[in-house]
Every structure is written in structure tokens, then in C-alpha cells.
């Protein structure tokens, strides 16, 4: 069967300082990968997909990047953070050619101070 | 590109009483619609998904129901229980490109009264 794991769990960080959260999905093989950001009470905003190594396609433009450096380790990073960029950060994925559903990772939970 | 728009955005039922949730979506080439359910400080869930050949499915106290003709498709909880309490979202599948891209619903806060 298939599992996601996502680290850190949480993450206390300062304006200012950078980031680096990773994702990686076991069970599958080619996954299409996708970052989403939630703040709170908020929605689901998707912030980067992948359906390949080095293949990244951005939603949205902001002072976050992503890598996927393995089939099945998806890296979402920031030179320097902001206080917005406070929330919970979830990694997903579905099956490559044309899976449609999603499966979320348990999350990262950050507070930029 | 696709557009959802889920109603209402907070839902308060009594425990055994019966809960909607309703999405419409504007991409008349969508063709899969999954619900996922999020409890406080989790992931998201699935907890059930309709293609677009199918107009009613159900899995025990959980309907989905879709109306291809409007482009809305509705949740359906019955006999709702407190743990029932959560966030639910609703989300399309535009089939373009193999990207997988779920579009989804802005999300409704369903409470329980015990």
C-alpha cells in the first residue's frame, strides 16, 4: 500500500530565516505530487505540482520554490520567510497518467514569528 | 478553467438530524468529484468520490449526488453523529494534461450538536 510522510510536523521559524520541508511518498511508482498551503480556517490553496522528476509547474507567485529532486520526494523551500507564509502546509499525491484522486500527507504545521 | 463553489460555507445540525452540502462547478468536462473530510489539526480525507456516468452513490450514511445538466453535485449526511463535526470540501477533475489538479470548493464547517 501506499504512504505519504511529510517533515517536520511542526516548525517554529523567524521572519527572515529560510525553509526547507520535505515530502515523500512510498508504495508508487511516478506519483504526480502537489503542495498545497491551508492557513487557518482557510482553504486549500494548491502552491506548486509535479508530475516528474525536475518537472514543476507553480500556481502561485510568491517567495516559496519547489524541487523534486527523486520519483517520490517532493521538497518545498524559501530563501527568506515571511510572517504570511504562516499555516499548514500539505504535500499530496495521485496516481501518474491521469490519477485523479488525492492523498494527503499529515502535514506541517509552521508559525513564522 | 475550473470554478467550484461550495455552500454553505458553516452548517449546525442536531445529532441524528440530516446534512447538505452542495458544489457547482463551471468546466462541463469535469468528470470526477471526490469529497474529502478534515478534522481539526488533520489532513484531509477522502471519504467518498462520483464519476461523472454515475448519478447517485452511497457508502452507509454518506450520498453523493451529481446533476450533470446543472454541473452541481451535492453530500448528503444522514443521521449525523458529533464525530460527523469537520470540515468538508468538495473538488472537480477538469481531465486536461494528466496533471491530476483537483480544483477545489472553499470548504463548509459542519458542527453537531450533541
Known amino acids: 500500500s501506499q504512504t505519504i510522510h511529510q517533515w517536520p510536523a511542526t516548525l517554529v521559524q523567524p521572519v527572515g530565516s529560510p525553509l526547507s520541508l520535505e515530502c515523500t511518498v512510498e508504495?508508487?511508482?511516478?506519483?504526480?505530487l502537489y503542495w498545497y498551503r491551508q492557513a487557518a480556517g482557510r482553504g486549500l490553496q494548491l502552491l506548486f505540482y509535479?508530475?516528474?522528476?525536475?518537472?514543476i509547474s507553480s500556481e502561485v507567485p510568491q517567495n516559496l520554490s519547489a524541487s523534486r529532486p527523486q520519483d517520490r520526494q517532493f521538497i518545498l523551500s524559501s530563501k527568506k520567510l515571511l510572517l504570511s507564509d504562516s499555516g499548514f502546509y500539505l504535500c499530496?499525491?495521485?496516481?501518474?497518467?491521469?490519477?485523479?484522486?488525492?492523498?494527503f500527507g499529515p502535514g506541517t504545521r509552521l508559525l513564522v514569528l | 478553467g475550473e470554478n467550484v463553489e461550495q455552500h454553505p460555507s458553516t452548517l449546525s445540525v442536531q445529532e441524528g438530524d440530516s446534512a447538505v452540502i452542495k458544489c457547482t462547478y463551471s468546466?462541463?468536462?469535469?468528470?470526477?468529484f471526490p469529497w474529502y473530510k478534515q478534522e481539526l489539526g488533520k489532513r484531509p480525507q477522502l471519504i467518498i468520490d462520483i464519476r461523472s456516468n454515475v448519478g447517485e452513490k452511497k457508502d452507509q450514511r454518506i450520498a453523493v449526488t451529481l446533476n450533470k445538466t446543472a454541473k452541481h453535485f451535492s453530500l448528503h449526511i444522514t443521521e449525523t453523529q458529533p464525530e460527523d463535526s469537520a470540515v468538508y470540501f468538495c473538488?472537480?477533475?477538469?481531465?486536461?494534461?494528466?496533471?491530476?489538479?483537483?480544483?477545489f470548493g472553499q470548504g463548509t464547517t459542519l458542527q453537531v450538536k450533541p
Open positions: 473538488a472537480a477533475y477538469p481531465p486536461s494534461g494528466n496533471t491530476g489538479k483537483l480544483i
Open positions: 508504495g508508487t511508482s511516478n506519483p504526480n
Open positions: 468546466d462541463s468536462a469535469s468528470n470526477y
Open positions: 509535479s508530475v516528474g522528476i525536475g518537472q
Open positions: 499530496a499525491w495521485s496516481r501518474g497518467q491521469g490519477g485523479e484522486t488525492q492523498y
